[in-house]
């Protein structure tokens, strides 16, 4: 036998207000549909459930047997159709997958977790390596937010730019470009360089724009992050290119010497992505703006 569900909110009406009438009114229908309904619960529970007593109808037993459940499985179906706000997402316990740019993971999740364990200091980070293909991740499930150089992926998927960043050359103190005043396209080019790339490509916007200057470069190295290019420029007389503002704090530490690349580079975009199965999840969203937040606060100091 199929079951209508909605005769269970006709139901708990009718038994609470044991009248057609006044249960129509409570579901926002007509009497002739109220009693209807009443018509067909009666015949899916074989019993009269309300009868008439002069003017007013009254519960058999079996309808009072029925009348504090059927209250409170209407109850929690309604529930299921409204918003919850009692949970608050500053106390909420949870852990968050989180793909992150390696030069992110030294300068930027600290300040994350110093940030959450004062905001929200139920939420836990776990990070995933990078070699996860970007989209099918967040897809997958994989992933709750990427957070870098966010490259466009599937329609559905939803991002946003935190930051632009300006990418500098980077070499240790004795490297030879760290004693010039100017270095020119021509010096830049005849370095030896690192290079990052996920993909392990060797070549990009910089070897094209130095093609058409008639130059070229030797790379010696391509790694997949910034932090392995960077201990690399500290050990020996290779270039590196670097984010200016993210990656102050570690160029500091590793004693680097930054100059401006004598070519005219895009900005690198740094943004955050994530599914759109986590867009309405209220703590998804608090970890949102704090990442947010603190992005906000790294790009004003440049």
């Not at 209508?4 to 009114?25: C, F, G, Q």
């Not at 293909?133 to 967040?138: H, R, S």
């Not at 704090?249 to 690349?261: A, E, K």
């Amino acid at each position: 036998m199929d079951y209508d569900l909605n005769l269970i909110e006709a139901l708990d009406a009718l038994l609470t207000e044991s009248s057609v009438t006044r249960a129509a009114a409570r579901l926002h229908t007509s009497a002739p549909a109220m009693s209807r309904a009443l018509a067909r619960l009666r015949r899916a529970f074989d019993d009269p459930l309300l009868v008439r007593a002069g003017r007013d109808l009254v519960p058999t037993p079996r309808a009072l047997e029925l009348r504090g459940e059927v209250h409170d499985v209407a109850a929690r179906a309604r529930a299921l159709f409204t918003p919850s706000h009692a949970a608050d997402p500053r106390t909420a316990v949870r852990m968050f997958d989180l793909q992150v740019a390696d030069m992110l993971s030294t300068t930027f999740i600290p300040s994350l977790i110093d940030d959450l364990r004062v905001q929200a200091p139920g939420i836990s980070l776990r990070l995933r390596p990078e070699n996860l293909e970007d989209t099918p991740a967040l897809r997958d499930g994989l992933v709750d937010l990427e957070i870098g150089v966010v490259r466009p992926g599937a329609p559905e998927i939803h991002s946003e730019t935190l930051l632009t960043e300006t990418l500098i050359g980077a070499v240790r103190a004795d490297h030879p470009l760290a004693r010039v005043k100017t270095v020119t396209p021509k010096r830049f080019a005849a370095a030896d360089h690192v290079v990052v790339s996920r993909r392990g490509r060797a070549h990009g916007p910089i070897d094209e724009q130095l093609a058409d200057l008639g130059l070229s470069r030797r790379v010696i190295a391509v790694v997949p992050g910034f932090a392995s290019a960077l201990y690399l420029a500290r050990e020996t007389d290779v270039v590196c290119v670097a984010p200016a503002r993210l990656g102050r704090s570690m160029l500091d530490t590793l004693g680097l010497r930054t100059f401006p690349i004598p070519l005219t580079l895009p900005h690198a975009s740094i943004g955050m992505a994530w599914h759109p199965r986590n867009h309405h999840d209220r703590t998804h969203q608090l970890l949102r703006k704090r990442i947010r937040h603190i992005m906000t606060a790294a790009g004003g100091d440049g």
